[in-house]
């Protein structure tokens, strides 16, 4: 799934799969980080760039049983300020 997030030449598919692992379903390891930092400094695609910030803010901010109002500020920010760069 990281190649075809990387390199397939569609898309629809790159979407695809950052949409499967934005929210850490496949874990988190140093592959899948630098897949998503590789997608934040290289691609232009908004939406791609967008579910590549979500999941490096999401690994920046760890719910630890925290509610959401605890870290969802927190969060939101580091996504805007990951998306933008």
Do not use: H, K
Not at 17 to 42: H, K, P, S, Y
Not at 74 to 85: K, Q, S
């Amino acid at each position: 799934m990281l190649e075809a997030l990387l390199y397939d030449q569609s898309l629809a598919v790159r979407r695809t799969c950052a949409g499967n692992l934005m929210w850490g379903q496949a874990g988190r390891g140093e592959r899948i980080v630098a897949a998503f930092r590789q997608v934040l400094d290289t691609d232009a695609d908004e939406t791609l760039r967008e579910r590549a910030a979500i999941f490096l803010a999401s690994c920046a901010f760890p719910r630890d049983g925290r509610i959401y109002g605890e870290w969802a500020g927190e969060w939101a920010r580091r996504v805007t300020e990951l998306v933008a760069t």
